[in-house]
């Protein structure tokens, strides 16, 4: 009997450090940038989200993230600009065919269902290192990932040097994770 209830608190005390896992859905989730071009605002989508997230907001160390966009869905309301930024000059998605995010560490703020992000983002071939805060808001059974951050696209060779638009990309992620 000893056994038995040593056993069974053991796995309570286990359970908290397993992650639940998640898989991003296409339907339900945004993955939107917007950039200056010659003083306007501008921008698009992507779709096709694809990778695996690993969650415990009462353990964060066992949380990872590891999710794909792919880059040939990228979608500005023209066609002839969409083919343009799927070419070599830009995105180069016969090249370069996803955007991928690799968390490398999730860790918690001072604000209820708030954390950071830290890890790795590839595009264009370049893989650099970023960080920003997101929400974790569960949803049923499910969560809603969603966030905000900036990046200088010339940092991943994503066009040119240019007078007339922005080196900075704003990014605002909305990713609806189906538990697995």
């Given at each position: 009997?000893?056994?038995?209830?040593?056993?069974?608190?053991?796995?309570?005390?286990?359970?908290?450090?397993?992650?639940?896992?998640?898989?991003?859905?296409?339907?339900?989730?945004?993955?939107?940038?917007?950039?200056?071009?010659?003083?306007?605002?501008?921008?698009?989508?992507?779709?096709?989200?694809?990778?695996?997230?690993?969650?415990?907001?009462?353990?964060?160390a066992v949380s990872s993230f590891s999710v794909t966009?792919?880059?040939?869905?990228?979608?500005?309301?023209?066609?002839?600009?969409?083919?343009?930024?799927?070419?070599?000059?830009?995105?180069?998605?016969?090249?370069?065919?996803?955007?991928?995010?690799?968390?490398?560490?999730?860790s918690a703020t001072n604000k209820s269902g708030v954390?950071?992000?830290?890890?790795?983002?590839?595009?264009?071939?370049?893989?650099?290192?970023?960080?920003?805060?997101?929400?974790?808001?569960?949803?049923?059974?499910?969560?809603?990932?969603?966030?905000?951050?900036?990046?200088?696209?010339?940092?991943?060779?994503?066009?040119?040097?240019?007078?007339?638009?922005?080196?900075?990309?704003?990014?605002?992620?909305?990713?609806?994770?189906?538990?697995?």
């Amino acid at each position: 009997m000893n056994h038995l209830i040593v056993t069974f608190i053991s796995l309570l005390l286990y359970l908290p450090s397993i992650s639940q896992n998640y898989t991003p859905a296409d339907n339900g989730s945004k993955v939107h940038f917007s950039i200056k071009n010659f003083g306007v605002n501008t921008g698009g989508d992507f779709s096709h989200l694809r990778g695996q997230i690993d969650f415990n907001p009462q353990n964060l160390a066992v949380s990872s993230f590891s999710v794909t966009v792919d880059v040939s869905t990228v979608d500005t309301d023209s066609e002839t600009r969409d083919g343009h930024l799927r070419g070599e000059n830009y995105f180069d998605a016969e090249k370069f065919p996803v955007i991928s995010i690799k968390s490398t560490k999730i860790s918690a703020t001072n604000k209820s269902g708030v954390y950071n992000f830290a890890g790795l983002l590839t595009m264009h071939g370049v893989t650099k290192e970023f960080f920003f805060p997101f929400t974790a808001t569960p949803q049923g059974g499910d969560y809603v990932f969603a966030g905000e951050f900036e990046l200088n696209r010339l940092e991943y060779s994503v066009g040119e040097s240019s007078a007339v638009m922005s080196k900075t990309v704003k990014v605002s992620l909305s990713v609806l994770a189906k538990k697995s």
